[in-house]
């Protein structure tokens, strides 16, 4: 059995009637819409989506895969970013290909929906072929397929 | 035995033998990458040298035989010192390929670099000599020049394991490669353990390449069921697919190697498999499955059960007891053989059945042609794809009930009344016995496929259905009741973990 032990504390006449904390609030909270009439450009609220704010130079958003000069994928399939990632959301196929790069990945799926936009894969890579600067974060999709970016989604941003 | 000191201990060691195997005896791992206890010596790479007292120049362990009153030190200034000076030349032209590079994550170069190395590169990427990337040296084999750091491990294989010798150096200095005489590629049987041989990421397999990086992979411990040799192998899984099959060393079976024909013959694990049972083509749950096959065998009409040479012994004696236990009006014969090849040999031998021992010793007498032509009632096949492998018996099958125990969609599976679907050696504990009668374990190196089963847990639902206690639904015990009964079966203690060495 867990004991209960009662603390007394009685309360005044003051505090029982509750009006004049009543008060107190309404008039802080009056305070705050007087202010924000008069002085509406003071305002803090953004008016999110028509306004949007600024972001801060190393915002992690999206990913994206980079290109070469001549518009090959950077990304040459060694499986950093997957070995790296806590969330389990890039799955990578490696092919060969017969001209000048040795290895290139053959398919790249990041899954967004797992994703904790931590950053690691960005770090773990060799090549800077995988970036988080896209600025996006308005990530939502109609179905989960949607939001498993491919290699070519990556690429295009 | 002869007494050496061995870093200010005294130790026995064996007479005659090289200091870099006495001293890996001992425990102490001298770090080489020409050397391999496989292949004759050659000592080219310098990594094990070690400094001997009265020898005023440090000499290589791999080449050097313990002597009686024999003072060494592996781990001296001048050692420690010359050991990263050797890492710096053999990384002098090293390209920086890891992250495309197959090796990466067991590569003999990055463990000794940090281990013994640690250095600042003195040479740019641009200053390094630029040889072939990508070479076919044979149909599964690929050479990259650039990785190679010339320990000639795989041209002494080819010379001394296989005696084709098709591999050499060839140029100098920093233009040396390894390389194949015009128009005698590397096609030899055993070529692909060039690949385990190579230190670094030099010699990359075909099948396996770019396929999967090796952290990803987990490794079981398994056993090649491609003959009656009994290779140990590991089976390396990743995303419940096998990857690739190594060798693992046993010098009671096949040392160090396998063959490329059983290497490579991993794909039917994984590919073409039945998934559920089916009754004439239309898919049932398991339960019903189990309850369908008891039916079939209660009808009391004359059953015939095929045993397979290629099932574990552990499942052949479930097997045995179901027949004789369960249904004692039965015949068990074993049955399809797989058509033999040549005994090559270095580790192939003719009879490609891995379990044909095993069968003999549980007493699974032979016969099928005879049993299928006698036989009336229903046929129980297990791991025999009659129709495919042999036609001639497939057609005896005609106008029987056919039911089918099966890993993958063959033609017999196509054809039968009941299909149902077993695992394969990869997913399930067991043992096969190879031709000298070694009785080898498996552990499971995958999750069953689909709706698979061991064949001795179906055997004990199906028990159920007819109304007896099969005893087998428990591998363990299932195993501990066949050791028991059949004392030709017991296990051999694996051999030469102690054999096994970096790079």
Known sequence: MIGVRKIGRPMDLKERSYLVEVARGLAISMAHFARNVVKQDE?????????????????????????????????????????????????????????????????????????VFCGLC?????????????????????????LIYDLNTLLKD | MAKITLNGIEREVEENSYLIRAAARCGVHIPHYCYHPALKVEGNCRMCSVEIEGVPKLQTACTTIVRDGMVVNTESEKVVKVRSEVMEFLLR???????ICDQAGECGLQDYYMEHGLHDSRVTVAEKVKKKKRVDLGPNVVLDSERCILCARCVRFCKDVTGTAELVIANRGS????????????????????????????????????KCRV???????????GCERGCNIYLDRFQNEIQRMKPRVNPRVNGYWICDAGRLDIDWINTNRLLRAEEGGRP??????????????????????????????????????????VLPGSELVGGSFREPWEDDGILRLPDRNPNRKGMEAIGIPTGIEKALATSRGTVLLFENDLLGD?????????????????????????????????????????????????????????????????????????????????????????????LEKVSALSMAVPDGREAEHVG
């Open chain 1, 122 to 146: 960005v770090e773990a890579c060799p090549c800077d072929a995988i970036r988080m600067d896209t600025g996006k974060y308005e990530l939502s999709g109609d179905d989960r397929g949607s």
């Open chain 2, 284 to 325: 049932i749950a398991p339960e019903e499955s189990d309850r369908e096959a008891a039916s079939a065998l209660s009808k009391g009409d004359e059953v015939l059960l095929v045993a397979s040479p290629s099932m574990s012994n552990e499942n052949l004696f479930a097997l045995k007891k179901f027949s004789e236990k």
């Open chain 2, 390 to 482: 042999q036609p001639h018996l497939g057609a005896k099958l005609e106008g029987k009930k056919v039911i089918a125990f099966a890993s993958n969609r063959t033609a017999t599976v196509a054809a039968a009344d009941l299909a149902v679907p077993v695992t394969s050696y990869a997913e399930m504990a067991g043992s096969f016995t190879n031709h000298a009668g070694r009785t080898q374990p498996f552990e499971p190196a995958i999750r069953p496929e689909g709706e698979a089963r061991p064949v001795h847990e179906i055997l004990h639902r199906i028990a159920a259905f007819l109304g007896s206690d099969l005893n087998a639904a428990s591998f363990d015990a299932l195993r501990s009741e066949m």
């Open chain 1, 43 to 115: 305002m803090p609220t953004i008016q999110y989506p028509e306004e949007k704010r600024v972001l801060p130079e190393r915002f992690r958003g999206r990913h994206r895969l980079t290109q070469r000069e001549d518009g090959t994928p950077r990304c040459v399939a060694c499986f950093c970013c997957q070995t790296a990632c806590p969330a389990d959301c890039i799955s990578i196929e490696a092919t060969e290909r017969e001209d000048g790069y040795e290895k290139v990945p053959a398919r790249f799926d990041l899954n967004i929906l797992r994703c």
């Open chain 2, 215 to 225: 952290w990803f992979m987990e490794r079981a411990e398994s056993i090649c069921p």
């Open chain 2, 93 to 99: 032209n090293h390209p920086i390929d890891c992250p």
């Open chain 2, 175 to 210: 233009h040396a490669e390894i390389t194949t005489f015009p128009g005698r590629p590397l096609t030899n049987d055993y070529a692909m353990n060039t690949v385990d041989l190579c230190p670094v990421g030099a010699l990359t397999s075909r099948k396996f390449r770019f």
